[in-house]
């Protein structure tokens, strides 16, 4: 017998409607299916209708009005977890957060670190604090919203900063450019704009030999590694051809000179 569901959503567009027909059943949970249903064959992310986002095989709660977490986003992850093995206790601060995805898997996956989220957005905000503990998610421009006693005592800041050039917003899906914040997409001419502020203004919040991990593209990534090395950062740059994740990381240690490889 046919599934009414999956064949209007495969009208609609929807390369995986099996699946999607599934995940929208399982959020209606025996109330009406209908207004979800409406709601994904009008465009909106399949993400925002259901509530939540998967990284990492960790559901993280989010919303219309915020950035949808990428698959792609799990080198961030992976990176701050090999930094800091199981036994390391220590600090990680998201920044640019939206809503705290890789801070939240990071602190179910190492529940000894103190992990805290940023962001200037305050509909991220709102919905990081359902995902994080809302003591640990402020709001700030960058850095600014941190305690003060964060600074010289950070281990890892990490994060996933708008990098899609402005001149090309307009290629982008249209489930991105209609229904999460052009603050969250936009990098700027070349899309390195937010990784050159995050080098120029982390240094004081970071330990000696603190670290940080930002998502970039394989494209950009020489930029982004530049824009730290102008700082004194050792970087290094990470890809996953299975994800097509990339991220630079950055390190600073005394006297430590400024290189660029990758790994």
């Known amino acids: 017998m046919t599934d009414d569901v999956v064949t209007r959503l495969r009208a609609a567009g929807c390369v995986f409607a099996e699946e999607e027909a599934a995940l929208l059943r399982e959020a209606a949970d025996g109330a ?10 009008a465009g909106q992310p399949l993400e925002h209708v259901l509530g939540w986002a998967e990284l990492a095989g960790v559901r993280v709660a989010v919303g219309p009005g915020v950035f949808v977490p990428r698959q792609r986003s799990r080198v961030l992850v992976e990176t701050v977890l090999d930094l800091l093995p199981e036994e390391v206790s220590g600090v990680v601060v998201e ?22 989220a940023s962001d200037v957005d305050p509909t991220a905000v709102a919905t990081a604090r359902r995902n994080l ?14 305690p003060g006693a964060l600074r010289g ?12 050039p ?32 995050i080098a120029a203004e982390v240094g004081p919040w970071l330990r ?9 593209s394989r494209r950009q990534a020489a930029a982004t590694a530049a824009a730290f090395a102008v700082h004194g950062f050792a970087t290094r740059r990470r890809h996953d051809p299975e994800i097509d994740g990339t991220a630079v990381v950055a390190t600073r240690s005394a006297g430590a000179t400024s290189t660029s490889r990758d790994a």
């Open 95 to 116: 920044v640019c957060c939206g809503a705290a995805a890789v801070a939240t898997v990071v602190a179910r996956a190492r529940p000894r670190l103190e992990v805290w």
């Open 166 to 197: 402005t001149g090309e917003l307009d290629l982008m899906p249209v489930e991105a450019r209609e229904h999460e914040p052009v603050h969250a997409l936009d990098g700027g001419p070349d899309g390195v704009d937010l990784h050159r502020r």
């Open 133 to 146: 503990a809302p003591d640990r998610v402020l709001r700030g421009d960058l850095l600014d919203g941190l």
């Open 32 to 41: 009406a299916l209908e207004p979800l249903l409406a709601r994904r064959l």
């Open 153 to 164: 005592r950070v281990d890892v800041v990490v994060a996933n900063a708008p990098y899609v």
């Open 208 to 216: 000696e030999s603190g670290a940080v991990v930002v998502e970039t």
